[in-house]
């Protein structure tokens, strides 16, 4: 069981450019969410899904995308990048229990 | 909006010591849950509360949901230990979190 993971872990972007991450699981687990991570803050819910095909807006949606073809596989789609978007990113599921499965971030910088 | 506080924000203790770490939030909720955050940014769940107490190797959390409060004790802390905590709640589909306590063991 590899768990979550995510790619890529590092990545520079230049502004106005876009930019997939990539999230999979292989628990099965119906439940994936994104959030951000800001020095100082809370981690904020960006967008998540409760099933292949569902998904909903969190907290902080603005400037993000996501899809969820398969069970596995819940990418988040950065379009324009801008500044305020440099964070680190983490994808996470949660099983039946309620407990949740971190991957282990993406850090972007947007310049 | 739900508001999750964390206190301390940061917390330095020697080794051995008992630590308490607090989460207050204010509205109801589905769950709360208690995290850790290694050095190196990984992010693993300690537990996850609905009600009464919760018991973990050294770790206890327990919640009073009337008071909308919840603690995070660490018996016999350890410089492993040294990580940070966070408090998230669930609102249906939806984790609020708060921003962390973190906690120093010196040996």
């Known amino acids: 069981n590899a768990g979550v993971t995510q790619t890529p872990k590092f990545r520079i972007l230049k502004i106005g450019q876009s930019m997939t991450l990539q999230c999979t699981q292989d628990?099965?687990?119906?439940?994936m969410y994104w959030y951000r991570q800001d020095p100082g803050m809370g981690l904020k819910l960006i967008y998540y899904s409760v099933g292949a095909g569902i998904t909903d807006k969190g907290e902080v949606p603005n400037g993000y995308n996501v899809s969820r073809s398969t069970t596995e596989d819940f990418p988040l789609r950065l379009e324009l990048a801008a500044p305020s978007q440099t964070s680190v990113y983490f994808c996470a599921s949660r099983d039946w229990a309620d407990t949740q499965y971190f991957g282990p971030g993406t850090r972007l910088t947007v310049l | 909006k739900n508001e999750v506080e964390q206190s301390p924000q940061n917390l330095t203790a020697q080794e051995g010591e008992f630590i308490t770490i607090n989460c207050s939030y204010s509205?109801?909720?589905?769950?709360l849950h208690w995290l850790q955050q290694h050095p190196g940014g990984g992010i693993v769940s300690l537990f996850m509360?609905?009600?009464g107490k919760k018991k973990h190797g050294r770790l206890i959390a327990t919640i009073n949901i009337q008071e909308k409060h919840s603690s995070l004790h660490i018996t016999a802390s350890h410089p492993r230990d040294s990580a940070v905590y966070i408090c998230?709640?669930?609102?249906?589909?939806?984790?609020?979190f708060g921003t962390g306590t973190s906690l120093t063991v010196i040996p």
């Open positions: 998230a709640v669930r609102l249906g589909n939806q984790f609020y």
């Open positions: 509205v109801g909720i589905s769950a």
């Open positions: 628990m099965n687990h119906n439940y």
């Open positions: 509360l609905s009600s």
